[in-house]
């Protein structure tokens, strides 16, 4: 089992940062890979970032390329990203998950993780 928690969001204006942090316990070898998902008003759930925690490696949705950063705590028991240049239509609840498998590629499918934790809205206003 990995328990997540999520802390971080707020409301900001358009331009602002955030920056989402995403405390980890449990199963480390249940944290191989490490995400970050949001979910529009309205809408589906939708991958931000993926990261592997043993190497490093990252992949990005397009959205948020050059606008965003996901990084990793020592030990696998942390996740951040940060969020710049922020837009109105980055506004939704932000979910961090956690899951066995290395990420990859076509890693930013929300069905493909395990754990989830409860969420943290973000809201950016023109």
């Known amino acids: 089992q990995v328990q997540l928690v999520e802390s971080g969001g707020g409301s900001v204006q358009v331009g602002g940062s955030l920056r989402l942090s995403c405390a980890a316990s449990?199963?480390?070898?249940?944290?191989?890979?490490m995400g970050w998902f949001r979910q529009p008003p309205g809408k589906k759930r939708e991958g931000v970032a993926v990261l592997n925690t043993g190497t490093g490696t990252t992949v990005y949705a397009d959205s948020v390329k050059g606008r965003f950063t996901i990084a990793q705590g020592n030990a696998k028991d942390a996740a951040y990203l940060r969020l710049n240049s922020l837009k109105p239509e980055d506004t939704g609840m932000y979910y961090c998950?956690?899951?066995?498998?290395?990420?990859?590629?076509?890693?930013?499918?929300?069905?493909?993780?395990?754990?989830w934790g409860q969420g943290t809205q973000v809201t950016v206003s023109s």
């Open positions: 449990g199963d480390i070898h249940s944290r191989n890979c």
């Open positions: 998950a956690a899951r066995r498998a290395f990420c990859g590629l076509y890693s930013l499918s929300a069905g493909s993780f395990d754990y």
